[in-house]
């Protein structure tokens, strides 16, 4: 069940579910801030991509590929897409498990809370699955022809945002490749993760 919240205050409150005696805490950046700051070199790394593509359509078309003007209009597309990024978290979990997408209180953080254990895999097709709003306007950035200046800011701006704001999720995926076998579960409990 998906369930929206616009103004989370706490993320405990909807990450309380029946965690086992046996589980054990993932070690993980204790905040929701010490996750964004140990995701920067995860950020960077997305960033030098973005540029390195750009750099490269217009080395290949010999012309400027992209109106500037509409870049920052495909940043504010990508930003408003954060819910479509929650969301495709949210598909990911089985029916049974609450998800709740929303936006904690006073900051420009969406998310999608819930606490059910999932296979390893299915815990990083998770984390990993909004990289799509990323991909698609890469792709289509990529592939349209340098002329459609327009077209591609678009592109481009949202494939920024799309690339940059999975970060933390990649980091998640790096945590529990590094401290969970392939046969374990993963969840989230309270402000942590944990091998079940």
């Not at 989370?8 to 905040?31: C, F, H, M, R, S």
């Amino acid at each position: 069940m998906i369930a929206l919240k616009w103004n989370i205050e706490n993320i405990n409150d909807y990450q309380q579910g029946n965690l086992p005696q046996n589980a054990v805490k993932l070690k993980a950046p204790a905040t929701t801030e010490d996750m964004m700051k140990k995701s920067l070199p995860i950020m960077m790394v997305m960033c030098i991509v973005m540029v390195a593509s750009i750099l490269a359509k217009a080395f290949i078309s010999h012309a400027m590929v992209v109106f500037i003007p509409t870049v920052p209009a495909g940043f504010v597309i990508g930003i408003i897409l954060a819910v479509v990024h929650e969301w495709l978290h949210a598909v990911v979990y089985p029916k049974e498990a609450k998800v709740t997408i929303g936006k904690i209180k006073g900051q420009l953080i969406f998310v999608a809370l819930a606490s059910y254990p999932m296979k390893r895999s299915r815990f990083v097709l998770m984390c990993l699955l909004p990289y799509l709003l990323g991909v698609i306007p890469l792709m289509l950035f990529i592939f349209s022809p340098a002329a459609n200046t327009v077209f591609n800011g678009l592109m481009f701006g949202m494939a920024c945002v799309g690339f940059v704001s999975p970060s933390p999720d990649v980091l998640n995926v790096i945590i529990a490749m590094k401290q969970a076998e392939k046969g374990e579960k993963i969840m989230f409990y309270g402000d942590d993760v944990y091998k079940v």
